[in-house]
């Protein structure tokens, strides 16, 4: 026990007064000094000063992860290692090819989707056409499937082996890098966690104020779920756009939830490794994926894995889920 308020009064003195802490222990035990982080937990100063001097624009991750940035419209591509909060550009080509302009929504349609996706290992194309190797993404993502778009197979691949022209047409909604390039690429991406963002004509960037918000809202989104308090649990959702993974809507998903939380269950209920990543649209919306692995625990069910929500912010401020996995 002693070990356990060690290590949680050396993470929050810098936040909260130590002796505020030590106060509520003596007086009032562990149990009490927990509650009080969670108070802090999901106030957005608390993280404001935790964000610090580091650099959010490309996003907020509890872990070394590199960003390959493409904007279609500048023809560019660069390639961001992000450590510690300390982002370094480690690659760039300019003119590169793109799929046609406009966002991805349907099978065929020549166009690189515009969005937030992973980014898989090299792999072999079986195809001299898109060079000596390519990257695939995740398109469609979650969020893209519950909207309806369609298609797939958006690679970052190099030009055709035999010298042969290449354009935007015949990219089918790729990324096309030179092959020195794609091999220079490669170097840099291996055995690492990479995340692939593509805009289209607007830089878009994430802010502190921003990220601070969903960090709060995120935990104040869990501080619900644990209390069962199903009416701030549901505050945090769009009941208009909200879609869950098999494209269950709002209602019927606020249904489900009040039955399960009027059984008042105990939960626990830990989030790490969270990765919150600005996410580039048309729509002029500020969106942001939110990743990070929960480990859940109730007397009668428990769940330990990865969990994704695409969000947005809505006008008052408040994060708002429109697709949750």
């Known amino acids: 026990m002693l070990k356990r308020f060690a290590f949680l009064f050396s993470f929050f003195s810098a936040f909260v007064y130590a002796s505020d802490l030590v106060k509520i222990y003596l007086n009032e035990g562990l ?19 935790e964000l610090g001097d580091k650099n959010v624009s ?11 940035l493409t904007n279609k419209t500048d023809k560019i591509l660069q390639v961001y290692s992000y450590n510690d909060g300390k982002i ?3 690659f760039e080509q300019k003119e590169i090819i793109t799929g046609i302009m406009g966002d991805k929504k349907i099978e065929g349609d020549l166009k690189t989707p515009v969005g937030f996706y992973e980014l898989g290992r090299k ?27 369609t298609g797939g197979g958006i690679w970052i691949h190099g030009y055709p082996l035999d010298g042969s022209r290449l ?8 990324i096309a890098l030179l092959n020195d390039n794609l091999q220079k690429f490669a170097q840099i991406v291996h055995n690492r966690k990479v995340f692939a963002m593509t805009e289209e004509r607007d830089k878009i960037r994430a802010t502190k104020e921003e990220i601070a918000g969903l960090l709060a809202d995120l935990f104040g989104w869990r501080l619900a779920w644990i209390q069962s308090d ?31 939380f009027s059984r008042k269950e105990e939960k626990q209920i830990k989030f790490s490794d969270i990765s919150i990543s600005p996410y580039p ?8 994926r939110i990743s990070f692995y929960e480990d859940y625990y109730t007397r009668n069910y428990q769940f330990k894995g990865n969990k994704i929500l695409y969000v947005k912010i809505d006008s008052k401020g408040k994060m708002k889920i429109l697709a949750e996995q």
């Not at 927990?34 to 100063?45: C, N, R, S, T």
């Open 31 to 49: 149990d009490a000094v927990g509650a009080a982080i969670e108070k802090e937990l999901v106030q957005k100063d608390f993280w404001l000063s």
């Open 58 to 68: 490309l996003g907020y991750y509890d872990r070394d992860v590199v960003v390959v």
């Open 88 to 90: 370094t550009k480690d």
């Open 123 to 149: 792999f072999n194309p079986g195809d001299p056409y898109y060079g000596p190797f390519a990257f695939a993404t995740t398109y469609p993502n979650l969020l893209d499937k519950v909207q309806g778009k």
């Open 167 to 174: 354009d935007e047409l015949k990219t089918k909604g790729c």
């Open 230 to 260: 199903i009416d701030a649990y549901l505050s945090f959702y769009d009941e208009k756009e909200f879609k869950r993974f098999d494209k269950m809507k709002f209602e019927q998903f606020a249904s489900m939830k009040r039955s399960i």
């Open 281 to 288: 649209n048309l729509e002029n919306e500020i969106l942001y």
